[in-house]
Structure formats: C-alpha cells, structure tokens
C-alpha cells in the first residue's frame, strides 16, 4: 500500500483541504491526525480513501507517526502547508527504489552539518524543500512534511511524542540508532511550492516550538547529528560500512 500521513489542527482547515485534493488521487489511502477539531470535516468523513481521527491529545506534528503501517508499506509524512505536484508520489518514489528502499529514507527538506566555519557561515548547509538541489546527498536531519520511506523505516508513535513539535529530530534520532541512513534528494526549484500564508506563520510548529531552542531538543540533536556515516556525501560516491 502507498499511504499518506498527515497531522493538522483547525485554523489550518483550508490549507488541509488542498492537501487531500494534491495527495488522495497520488496514494492509496490517507491517515490524518486531527489535534484539536471537534468534529471530522465532511470532505474527510465522506471519502473511503481517508482515515481520520482526532485524538484524545494533542499530538503536533507527531501525530504523522500515529498509525503504524505494515512492513512492506511506502509511506508518505506530509505537511499541510507545502503544495504537492501531481507527479509527487511517482518521481519521490522512483529515488526511493533507486537508492534502495531497505535501510533508506528519502526527503527533500533537509540539514546538514558541515562542521564549523568562518563567519559569518554556520555549522549547517540547509536544503528548503523549494530551492533546486542537483544531487542525492546525505543528511544530518530530513524534514518530515516531503518524507518517503518504507513501513519498516517508520518509527513508533512512542518514539516521537516525547518530543512532538520538534519531530524531525526524534525521527532522525531513531533512524540513527536502526541503522537507517537519510537522503535528500534532488529538485528544481519551486517543484515543491510554500503555501503557507502570512497570517498563518506565527502559529506554525517553527515559530512556536522549534524557534525556542527548547534544551531538550538541542540535547537530543546534539547526541547523534555529528555522527553520520554519510552526511554531506553524494549517494553515487558513498560506501555504506560493512
């Protein structure tokens, strides 16, 4: 099966609608997380293709990892506030099978470390998921709003709630310690488009969780984002260790 996973919360109600409209005719089935709806949106409730619930908690941004797929699943994490194109799931796809689904992920939102620098540059190369990128490269940290990646390398709910709002360094936490190498890959610009609009900004997950450098998230960062075998390494040029 070819799912997506998505978690939202009302105000973004219009963005979500848009969402399904770009991601349902691309997959089989659509998992949505509903943090604080009291009621399922009819385009939602009405759709066999779409499985959604609300939950007794909000879960943030975590709650894309709420159903656990089988195995053999390709699952997609998606964002309500990036515009998918109609070829989304068949060109993510295609990477994920050429770099090998076992043992892989692949993403187009992502973060290096390069290591320290001269000023003013940082310890970082970031790769927005719509600026061009012309190669498969290693990652530190790959975004979870334009993640592909076979069920097996889909982490427990339990992984990832301890450190919702921030999920994308618990979920390369857990890839670090299964062996699971992250990748992003390549892109021309603006295949991928930022539908967020400016009156939404400041109640992003960015702006209200991760923009505070909550301690603990820096500490869980810091524990393996130095440690990749394969970060900032061309995937045609990279020999995983034996």
Known sequence: MIRAHLATFPPRRRLLRRTCAAILPQVDHLYVVLNGYEDIPGFLAQDARVTAIIPDRDVKDAGKFWFAPAPEDIVFT???????PPDYVARTL???NAIGPMANVVGYQ??????????????????IFHQPADQV????????GTLCARG?????LAAIE??????????CRWLFENG???????RPANWLTNDLPRNLKQSSLFQTVAKKGHSAYRDLLWSFVTRWPHANIR???FARPA
């Open 180 to 186: 699971i190498l992250p990748w992003i890959l390549p």
């Open 94 to 96: 295609a990477h994920l």
């Open 78 to 84: 998606i964002d309500d506030d990036i515009g998918y």
């Open 162 to 171: 301890p450190d919702a709002g921030a999920c994308d360094i618990p979920f």
């Open 235 to 237: 995937h045609d040029r």
């Open 152 to 156: 097996s390398s889909i982490p427990p």
């Open 110 to 127: 992502g973060n290096i470390y390069v290591g320290p620098r001269a000023e003013p540059q940082t310890v970082w190369d970031n790769y």
């Open 137 to 144: 490269l290693g990652a530190s940290i790959l975004g979870t």
